[in-house]
């Protein structure tokens, strides 16, 4: 079963910082292991093959051991349950579904193009394109269409979350993605499972789609750290994985903009994907430093419909899409 990221009601934080941690507020880099097998950086092979991750936030699923779960639904925007820390109701935090052996997110005027990787390191992957591929795949889907053509975006690989959004506040819709490298005109196939199969909300309908928004999110750059304060808010998403209080490894992950949105420091952060992933014990210093931290970042492209519907009617339909787009009041 997939954990939840939405709908619960917001609890205050504490901004503490642990005993003996230098301060949650700023990242630190102090912390080094012994031995360049400990402490490594590199790109990771994050998840088995076929590995789905629900939402942009903890991860979870059924199973245990190599199985990485997460406890039942939290919301997303504060608090869960009673639980200290819970994931924000648009946060961009979802849940891994879990399979065996795997870990269990254009053109200027278009709504936002944003970049967690080094400025100017290279050019940009992710585009509007995409984003309006995967309108054209709901879209199809729900009134259907036959699905659209090969799209006309790269096809290299990368893991990936496909987000959707709804309303003038945003609200969390649906989010799955995978750690996996997926070929990204296959990887999109995230498109239909984040819009219908994510456990938390109901399957979406037509009615909803001039409210929507839709984020398209591919991971980089992958890095094991040996200090799990040595990471940078909205800079970096982070992945943890721990030892739960029954001895079952979990694993949970926040992609690059939660904590900025939320207003979350590094320790904030880490105790609210523990209470994610389902670790329902004190959360102490010590603890915190049995956490295998692994941080990455992202590019990330969302469009909303009406700048779907605008960029479509553009390029006159050129580009894969073979069935009539409605007019803007269309579900009105």
Known sequence: MAAGCCGVKKQKLSSSPPSGSGGGGGASSSSHCSGESQCRAGELGLGGAGTRL???????????????????????????????????????VGTLLSTPAAATSPSPSLSSAASSSSPGSRKMVVSAEMCCFCFDVLYCHLYGYQQPRTPRFTNEPYPLFVTWKIGRD??????????????????????????????????????????????????????DVCDYLDWEVGVHGIRIEFINEKGS?????????????????HIQTI???????????PITNEFRKTIKLTRYRSEKMTLSYAEYLAHRQHHHFQNGIGHPLPPYNHYS
């Open 54 to 92: 629900n939402g942009l936030g903890g991860l979870a699923g059924g199973g245990s051991g190599s199985g990485c779960t997460l406890s039942p639904p939290q919301g997303c925007g504060g608090g869960g349950g009673g639980i200290s820390l819970s994931p924000p109701p648009s946060c961009g």
């Open 170 to 223: 945003k609200r969390l819709r649906g989010c799955i993605g995978t750690f996996s490298a997926m070929n990204l005109h296959s990887g999109l196939e995230y498109t239909l499972t984040s819009a219908l199969k994510d456990s938390r909300f109901p399957p979406m309908t037509r009615d909803e789609l001039p409210r929507l928004f839709c984020s398209v999110s591919l991971l980089t750059n992958f890095e």
């Open 271 to 281: 105790d609210s994907l523990l209470r994610k992933g389902g670790y329902k014990a």
């Open 249 to 265: 490894k979990r694993t949970a992950t926040y992609l690059p903009e939660v904590a900025k949105e939320q207003g979350w420091d």
